[in-house]
């Protein structure tokens, strides 16, 4: 089985300040993770994938297999960013990357 | 190129009445999916597609229905309405195994009372 946790639901930070939202999981065989993000308003869409190992909005996500985490982390954040923050997991087996096993989310919010 | 859209966005529904969600993509997407979102438990999945004429069940599927006749479409039904069932109903669509970035529609509200 497949599990995500998010052990913060809210995290709620200065303009600025540094970000990490965390996410570890559990699954038995090599993980595909991901970050979707959900601004106010709008639907959930993509922000990163670990597979990608790239920087998106100055966000960036390192997939650590020995600690089974994938935090996500910025360096300075922005009132923009303040939005609904989910991590996600597929797993490669078959069957299983046809699914995204998603955590339970976490509120990100920047005050000016 | 209107993506992933759902109807109807919002609804309101009594104990035991039904009815049908519906999603629809012009993506050409083969996978289709529909979550539920609920405060605290984040967003759970509830039946999926990985074709035309294809169902799976998710996470949470009792109380719901699917069908996928068409490519384009993935419907969701509720029988009977139960206020467990109030929450927002997300579709999500990809292009196929491998490709894990899931397209996602505006949400849908319901309310059962």
């Known amino acids: 089985a497949q599990r995500v946790t998010q052990p913060e639901k809210l995290l709620s930070v200065f303009k600025g300040a540094p970000v990490e939202l965390k996410c570890n999981y559990s699954?038995?065989?090599?993980?595909?993770l991901f970050w979707y993000v959900q601004y106010s308003r709008q639907r959930l869409q993509l922000l990163l994938r670990?597979?990608s190992r790239e920087s998106i909005k100055g966000f960036t996500a390192d997939l650590n297999k020995g600690e089974t985490s994938f935090h996500l982390k910025k360096p300075f954040a922005q009132e923009e960013d303040s939005a609904m923050y989910y991590c996600?997991?597929?797993?490669?087996?078959?069957?299983?990357?046809?699914?995204?096993?998603f955590g339970k989310g976490i509120t990100l919010s920047v005050r000016p | 190129n209107a993506g992933v859209t759902q109807t109807p966005k919002f609804r309101v529904l009594k104990t035991g009445q039904s009815m049908t969600l519906l999603c629809a993509q012009d993506?050409?997407?083969?996978?289709m999916y529909w979550y539920r979102q609920d405060p605290g438990m984040g967003l759970r999945l509830i039946h999926y597609?990985?074709?035309?004429?294809?169902?799976a069940k998710g996470e949470v599927p009792d109380g719901y229905n699917v069908s996928r006749l068409k490519k384009q479409n993935f419907l969701l039904g509720l029988e009977s309405a139960a206020p467990s069932q109030t929450s927002v109903y997300f579709c999500?669509?990809?292009?196929?195994?491998?490709?894990?970035?899931?397209?996602f529609g505006p949400g849908t509200r319901l309310t059962v009372t």
């Open positions: 999500a669509s990809t292009s196929g195994r491998g490709a894990y970035e899931q397209y």
């Open positions: 996600a997991l597929s797993g490669q087996a078959a069957g299983a990357n046809s699914k995204l096993t």
């Open positions: 993506m050409n997407h083969e996978y």
């Open positions: 699954y038995s065989g090599s993980p595909e």
């Open positions: 670990h597979i």
């Open positions: 597609s990985v074709g035309e004429g294809t169902t």
